[in-house]
């Protein structure tokens, strides 16, 4: 289930300071996830970073937005995808993905995924690749101008897929009326570990637009 | 794909004193995640936020585990899931949920996505739900004694499942030799939002204890 995300309108000197100002909250806070489960210093060492975390927080709980920043509109009603758990600027769940996506419907990504994307030993968590692989099918429908939200996903696990670097791509396979079907796969060292197809629903605002 | 978590055996005072040293910096880091995407204090609070975080990182990098926590042997070699981007204890990526499973193999959990899992405006990431669904699949399958590596699971969005308080219902439809199918739902405050099936394989190393 995805949106496209058309290119961002804001001016690009705003842009660059909201960048400069939280990319490196976000960068600090995706180490902190990361070492939450990879570090192993005495309790004493846990319980001085959990107080520097909470400090963190008591200072960034000052002012909450009242909207999410899904929610939000940018000028010319765009948005932008800093808040999304797999390529958002701002959010640490996010690895992020960097999307590289051109108009004939074809999107990709290297990536890296670290233990905290875990799931069998030593593997990324089969949900965590159903995740990635539906936010690149998504935008190869969205490069394509059929946009849409998820209607059905199907993945196809042929391989455990690795921890560390890999390999995302997504294209579109054919559109009829409101129905878009696209392919992707993730691939590995060893090849391609899990395939995907997603069938995209055009949604009615961009439905009218298009009419 | 998931594996399945038979009770951990480590001594119960182990448990709780890992629990207290690591969960406070979990919960922390989570209250920290979601403010990356909710905060909106000015640059200077989030520079100093910024530095608090820098500083629980530098205490934590001081020791590195040099294998991940799914890669751990526990006593009698079990493992525990502290790691898992869904339910694990130290993840902060994971909301987490606490999965209840009974042996006729159907696990259920109460959970809450807040907006760090958003997707389309106000809704949870199409692909976040696949994650979840995946990871409870993989528990009514373990619970019913048929662990397994995920081979396919195939998700069917019924309308968009808005962030906040949710449910997730799984439960084994049927086995056959090495496979073992399930299904599972999504169910937001207006009823099923996302449905899925997935099929799961028993690893070989478990064909051959049953054997």
Redesign the interface.
Known sequence: ???PFPPDETPDHVVE?ETA??G???E??R???D???????D?E??????A??????A???????TQ????EHLPAGR?RP?????I?L????APPLQVHSVPEGRSESDFHCG?????????V???????????VLGHAVGAKGRPG?????????RQ?TP?GDLRVEAWVEREDGIKTWAKAQVIGPDGVTAEAEGVFILPRAIREQLA
């Open positions: 289930m995805n949106w300071h100002t939280w490196p909250l976000a600090a806070a180490e902190l996830v070492l939450c489960v990879m570090s192993d210093v309790p060492e846990v319980a001085a970073a959990t520097d975390v909470e400090a963190a927080v200072r960034l709980r000052k002012v909450r937005r999410t920043l899904g929610q948005r800093w808040g999304n758990p797999v958002g701002r959010n640490p769940i233990p905290a994307y875990e799931g069998p030993p030593g593997l968590h089969g949900g965590v690749v159903a995740l990635i692989l539906d936010q939200m998820t209607g059905t996903l199907t993945i196809v696990y455990g921890l």
